[in-house]
């Protein structure tokens, strides 16, 4: 069992920055591949971003590549989403999600967080 917990969300400006944080417990989340994403309303929940188990794949949604980074620290079993010159059309919920031993995923986790706001006043 992994326990996941978002923290970071909050109110910018547009062109301000975020670092969503999540932090894994339980099992190791070093053996999951770690990754971001949101859902705004009235839309259906959508990709952001993946690291890999290893941290050396990275993956991103074409509307944040340039703009959002994805890392993690393994010592503290935490994987990061650094957010720069937020949009307004990045207000959204973000969920932090793990899959097992995986490079990449844009779905199917084995495991989600509860979720952390992030709202971008324009």
């Known amino acids: 069992q992994v326990q996941l917990v978002e923290s970071g969300g909050g109110l910018v400006q547009a062109g301000g920055s975020l670092r969503l944080s999540c932090a894994g417990s339980?099992?190791?989340?070093?053996?999951?591949?770690g990754g971001w994403f949101r859902q705004a309303p009235g839309k259906e929940r959508e990709f952001v971003a993946t690291i890999s188990w290893l941290g050396g794949r990275k993956n991103y949604a074409v509307s944040v590549k340039g703009r959002f980074t994805i890392s993690r620290d393994s010592a503290k079993n935490t994987v990061y989403l650094q957010m720069n010159n937020l949009k307004p059309e990045d207000t959204a919920l973000y969920y932090c999600?793990?899959?097992?031993?995986?490079?990449?995923?844009?779905?199917?986790?084995?495991?989600w967080g509860q979720g952390t706001q992030v709202t971008v006043s324009s």
């Open positions: 339980g099992r190791t989340f070093n053996s999951y591949a």
């Open positions: 999600a793990a899959k097992y031993r995986s490079d990449y995923f844009d779905g199917g986790a084995d495991y």
